[in-house]
Nanobody, 123 residues
């Protein structure tokens, strides 16, 4: 069971990046997926999450989370990036939830974590 986050890189302020979180060894269909980030010297914080039935929560209005179950992947589209968005971004899975109606949260519920992908936003 593995999650792989990818898509990070160096971007100028105001630019965009799309992060991907791909699962191997299990299907994401019944899992809530969360994106978290940790900047140097700071605590990890939740960014966005999406439930198994597609309901989502984003702390940042500039970020949009989506899922493509056919590709076993969840995406985080980040627009209008700011230098303060610089961090290592992690994806995590919470579940499985076989009955609909679960509302995702950005707490300690997540069972599986991927390695991070570094996003650097230059000013």
């Amino acid at each position: 069971v593995q999650l792989q986050a990818s898509g990070g890189g160096l971007v100028q302020a105001g630019g965009s990046l799309r992060l991907s979180c791909t699962a191997s060894g299990f299907t994401l269909d019944y899992y809530a997926i969360g994106w978290f980030r940790q900047a140097p010297g700071k605590e990890r914080e939740g960014v966005s999450c999406i439930s198994s039935d597609g309901g989502s929560t984003s702390v940042q209005g500039r970020f949009t989370i989506s899922r493509d179950n056919a590709k076993n992947t969840v995406f985080l589209q980040m627009n209008s990036l700011k230098p303060e968005d610089t961090a290592v971004y992690y994806c995590a899975a919470d579940g499985p939830y076989y009955i609909g109606g679960h509302v995702c949260r950005l707490g300690d519920e997540y069972n599986y974590w991927g390695q991070g992908t570094l996003v650097t936003v230059s000013s």
